[in-house]
């Protein structure tokens, strides 16, 4: 059971699905960033870009705020104890490292955990909901 307004797991997880949002959130443990400085390593537009830091901001993985004409990212420290805490649960997820979960879940489900988005979305899943 989630807080009221708290992100739900399936946010979470789903937004931690992309590497490229896995990416940015490693990015983010250095510091706050601008929108344009995390765009600048990433092999993408910067409409891209925002897409990618409005899902990891949906799930409550980030914030953004304006600070004159730029907008600032920043990582939430505590967006992950939801997460950590249902893994942690299983036991066998101590401590949590998600670059061996995600080695796991390739090995599991291979090329179709790609298609795994589509499927949700096709089923009338979506995040948050």
Same mark, same amino acid.
Do not use: Y
């Given at each position: 059971m989630s807080t009221p307004g708290a992100p739900s797991l399936d946010a979470i997880f789903m937004a931690l699905a992309d590497p490229t949002r896995r990416a940015i959130l490693s990015m983010l443990l250095e510091d706050d960033m601008a929108?344009?400085?995390?765009?600048?390593?990433?092999? /993408?537009? =910067?409409?891209?870009?925002? +897409?990618?830091? $409005?899902?990891?901001?949906?799930? $409550?993985?980030?914030?953004?705020?304006? @600070? $004159?004409r730029v907008? *600032?990212?920043?990582?939430?420290?505590?967006?992950? +104890?939801?997460?950590?805490? *249902? /893994?942690?649960?299983?036991?066998?997820? !101590?401590?949590?490292?998600?670059?061996?979960? !995600? @080695?796991? =879940? !390739?090995?599991?489900? $291979?090329a179709s955990a790609e298609a795994a988005p589509d499927q949700l979305h096709l089923a009338g899943n979506t995040p948050g909901g």
């Open positions: 929108v344009t400085d995390v765009a600048q390593p990433l092999p /993408m537009s =910067l409409a891209a870009v925002s +897409k990618h830091l $409005g899902l990891l901001a949906a799930a $409550g993985l980030i914030s953004q705020e304006k @600070r $004159g907008k *600032w990212c920043k990582l939430e420290p505590d967006a992950l +104890k939801a997460a950590s805490v *249902w /893994m942690q649960a299983f036991g066998q997820f !101590e401590p949590v490292n998600l670059d061996d979960f !995600e @080695r796991f =879940l !390739e090995a599991e489900f $291979g």
